[in-house]
């Protein structure tokens, strides 16, 4: 570790691009020449949805929801989403390069032919390519909150970097066998950390435990502050927090019931509406139309 590049300047790791890729109405294939696809970069892939195969010139990986993939610079090979499946992939350098902007993505003036060290160079050890563990969890975190903010401002771009470099040193710090760092959302109150989360990744369809992961507290501390105060517990505050956004989006006749579900995290407009309909005493349809809008939405 003593001669890795993580112990000199150059090391500096960026987000360069970062969002959610879906095989709508047929599978799809994330290969060399695809816009979805850069083997110079670093390449973080966590699955939503659906099943999802990765084959390069080193490994087969079958996946399923869930899954979290750490795919190296220079892997050549395809990933292949089924039918319906989502991922969310970030692309990022650990070694600073000059960079510019252009138009909302950050890329490097180097050539196509620069690739961004290993991780033997880099960290001094190899790091897997399926996570799992501790840094499987916060990896999903991260990539949902990169997916969230990152595009607002130049400000939003820095603190991914910050979070990404967080997560690296968690990673490292797992395989190593080190005490690992703690991925918060935010360096403030993390239950307040954690509702910011809930706030900006509704569509995500995060649970209790995930946002008690992304606090840093252990789960039961984490429930016990979060019922102090909010006077609910996480599961519920969720539910309540997607509702409510859904009500504000069913005032606007562009979005179909269909789409303000899938929106505020369900996976199904039938799901959505027993949900609606437990909270609020009526379908959103008849919610929309004015026949029975409850007095809290």
Do not use: K, N
């Amino acid at each position: 570790m003593a001669d890795s590049l993580v112990t000199t300047g150059p090391y500096q790791p960026h987000v360069l691009d970062c969002g959610r890729v879906e095989a709508s109405g047929a599978s799809l294939v994330i290969a060399p020449g695809s816009p979805d696809f850069d083997s110079r970069a670093w390449r973080l892939v966590r699955i939503l949805d659906g099943a999802a195969r990765c084959r390069t010139d080193m490994i087969d990986l079958p996946c399923r929801e869930g899954d979290v993939l750490l795919l190296h610079p220079g892997t050549r090979g395809d990933f292949h989403l089924a039918a319906g499946a989502r991922c969310l992939q970030a692309f990022f350098d650990v070694i600073h390069r000059e960079r510019e902007l252009s138009g909302e993505r950050r890329r490097s003036r180097l050539g196509d032919d620069t690739i961004q060290p290993g991780s033997d160079r880099v960290w001094g050890l190899p790091l897997p390519t399926r996570i799992d563990g501790h840094a499987r969890d916060t990896a999903g975190l991260l990539l949902v909150r990169l997916s969230s903010t990152y595009w607002r401002d130049a400000l939003s771009h820095y603190f991914a970097d910050v979070e990404l470099a967080t997560w690296l040193a968690d990673l490292v710090a797992q395989v190593a066998g080190r005490d690992r760092l703690h991925l918060s959302p935010t360096g403030r109150d993390p239950v307040g950390g954690s509702l910011e989360l809930a706030a900006s990744a509704l569509s995500h369809r995060l649970y209790a435990e995930d946002l008690a992961r992304a606090s840093g507290l252990g789960r039961s501390t984490y429930f016990r502050r979060f019922h102090e105060v909010t006077g609910s517990g996480p599961a519920t505050h969720l539910r309540h927090m997607r509702l409510q956004r859904a009500c504000e989006l069913l005032r606007d006749p562009a979005h179909s019931v269909a789409q303000v579900g899938r929106i505020v995290g369900y996976r199904s407009a039938a799901a959505f509406s027993r949900a609606f309909a437990r909270r609020y005493g009526c379908s959103p349809g008849r919610w929309r139309r004015g026949d029975g809008r409850a007095d809290d939405c």
